[in-house]
């Protein structure tokens, strides 16, 4: 886009740029989603390639904008910037959210957080104490327990109230959902979700793959 500064163009703050808002009032846009922008990393496979991943599935940081995607040194107002704005146009913003798989990987991947501080509780293991990787990502978060189940809600409601997000599009939706003996609607994140007075009240996609 011509009309933004380059060192601004695939930033939040290029997000809430008026140039932007008027194309995508001028092609009928109401709400817009975004892929994930909580701080993610490449995974190693791919760094040492000599490539990075810029897809943001791959989480290190559940409630922390992702810092390469600012265009300043504060990405946490540049976003709420960009937010206001398309509010005041009447765009709505829709969270693309990786809560069912972290950047951690398999039994392989980099420690950089849960499986340094209590490996077995954060991610779910086998009988015989492997990853239960069903995810195709490596390790698969373990949403059966309650702390885990706090920290994602928690997640959920510094997005919508302090970021300002009207709903979330659930990555792997299902992996959150499982149970023991596969997919539980009851199953304890989802309970929560759908039983707190503010995110029952966002828009909620789920992802069923």
Not at 42 to 70: C, D, L, Q, V
Not at 115 to 131: C, P, Q, V
Not at 159 to 167: A, E, L, R
Request: one cysteine or more.
């Amino acid at each position: 886009n011509p009309d933004i500064p380059e060192s601004d163009r695939g930033t939040y703050k290029a997000l809430g740029h008026q140039s932007t808002i008027d194309y995508l009032k001028k092609i009928g846009v109401n709400a817009i989603e975004l892929l994930p922008i909580h701080e993610h990393a490449t995974e190693p496979a791919i760094w040492a390639r000599g490539r990075r991943n810029h897809w943001g599935y791959n989480a290190i940081a559940f409630s922390a904008p992702h810092r390469g995607y600012a265009a300043t040194n504060n990405p946490i107002s540049e976003l709420q910037e960009a937010v206001d704005r398309l509010h005041e146009n009447g765009i709505e913003v829709i969270l693309d959210v990786v809560y069912n798989h972290t950047a951690e990987e398999g039994i392989q991947g980099p420690t950089l957080s849960f499986r340094g501080i209590d490996n077995k509780a954060f991610y779910r293991h086998t009988s015989d104490d492997r990853y239960e990787d069903v995810t195709g990502c490596g390790n698969t978060l373990d949403t059966q327990r309650p702390f885990v189940t706090r920290m994602v809600i928690d997640s959920l409601h510094w997005w919508s109230q302090v970021i300002g997000v009207d709903g979330f599009r659930f990555d792997l939706a299902t992996a959150i959902a499982r149970g023991r003996d596969g997919i539980d609607t009851h199953a304890p994140l989802i309970a929560a979700i759908s039983a707190d007075p503010i995110l029952r009240e966002r828009k909620l996609i789920a992802e069923p793959w």
